[in-house]
């Protein structure tokens, strides 16, 4: 549905997006996760035909947006960082507009009620956007992405601002979406995509370093696995006994807690799950365990773990020959290793 070939574009010295390809198959929901400035927003915009490439291609259910941007631009409904919201109109007035704009055939009040029954806007149909709520804004947002019932939907930090309970809402409505639509989401929050996502693009500085599926991507998370503790216990024995706990790497005290209790950090070795033998060796000693958190891991860490991987993979295929342009080995897509 989605075909990005060897894209590009440079702004004078400047590689905003360097030579990244990835596909996505019809009915996906796709997340194209990357820091700050790692040219997420580049790629959506050219992607949906806002900004021209250097060079290389996108394609949109087969037709090139450069080529025939018209009819690529009618099968995709996006919804940029900074929704295009024209304050001063009512929900319904814009939602025309935007029909008329996109030059839709659908019969316009069924179509337009609809979206706004997906999307949960029916309430504030006949009022002006200036005086909505953020998430209520967004939705609007949203809706306008749906107008003339695009197959490819495409999001750019939707979430950006947003409470947590507007959060899960929207990050729960994008996932119905995804029933019926092809979805990109981008995003530099691990955890929405994990949440929403089948699959995972990584792009860091402009380049793509991984493209996974979410489950291949979060067991590689977990191999950072670093839990908060709350022990109550002696504190040196404590630290002693977790020290000697297999599958425990690191222990360190982060200090007094309520009921007599001393929190710890402990980290567990690549891949394990240390949550069992914790248990065990608490329960040994009869030190009662009375909270246990997971520390929420660092992106960075997972980009470098991203980008290790790939080099490995990179020598690999080299040594048996083949990794694509961007050095991301083929087959990484099925997630196998
Ligand atoms: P992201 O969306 O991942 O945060 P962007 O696509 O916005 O990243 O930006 C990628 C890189 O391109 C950044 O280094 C940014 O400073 C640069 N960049 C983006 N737009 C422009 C522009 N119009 N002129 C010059 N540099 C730009």
């Not at 998370?221 to 425990?248: N, W």
Request: with cysteine; glycine share 8%; charged share 25%.
């Amino acid at each position: 549905m989605i075909k990005i070939e060897n894209l590009v574009k440079t702004y004078g010295d400047i590689r905003a997006v360097d030579n990244i390809s990835f596909e996505v198959n019809e009915g996906e929901i796709v997340g194209f996760l990357g820091p700050n400035g790692a040219g997420k927003s580049t790629t959506m915009n050219m992607l949906t035909g806002y900004l021209s490439s250097t060079s290389g291609k996108a394609m949109i259910d087969g037709i090139d947006i450069l080529e025939q941007p018209l009819e690529a631009k009618k099968r995709i409904g996006f919804l940029p960082e900074q929704p295009p919201l024209y304050l001063d109109m009512t929900v319904e007035e814009y939602l025309n507009f935007i029909y008329d704009l996109k030059g839709c055939k659908l019969n316009r009040k069924r179509h337009l009620l609809e979206i706004c029954e997906v999307v949960r806007i029916t309430d504030v149909y006949k009022r002006i956007i200036r005086n909505l709520s953020k998430g209520y804004r967004q939705r609007v947002g949203i809706a306008q992405a749906l107008v003339g019932n695009p197959k490819v939907i495409i999001f750019d930090e939707p979430t950006v601002g947003l409470d947590p309970k507007q959060i899960v809402e929207i990050r729960n409505l994008i996932r119905t979406l995804g029933k019926n639509h092809t979805v990109i989401l981008s995003t530099h929050i691990l955890p929405e995509v994990s949440a929403v996502c089948e699959r995972i693009v990584v792009i860091n500085k402009g380049r793509l370093i991984a493209n996974e599926k979410t489950e291949d991507i979060s067991r590689l998370v977990d191999g950072f696995r670093r839990l908060c503790v709350k022990i109550v216990g002696p504190k040196d024995e404590v630290v002693a006994a977790l020290k000697a706990t297999q599958g425990i790497s690191y222990c360190e005290v982060l200090g007094e807690r309520e009921a007599g209790s001393t929190a710890y950090l402990v980290e567990s070795d690549p891949g394990v799950d240390i949550r069992k033998p914790l248990f065990f060796t608490l329960a040994s000693h009869n030190w009662p365990m009375i909270g246990e958190e997971a520390m929420g891991t660092n992106l960075e860490d997972v980009f470098l773990a991203l980008l290790e991987k790939n080099d490995e993979r990179k020598k690999r295929a080299a040594n048996a020959g083949g990794t694509n342009a961007n050095g991301v080995v083929r087959g990484v897509v099925t997630g196998k290793k």
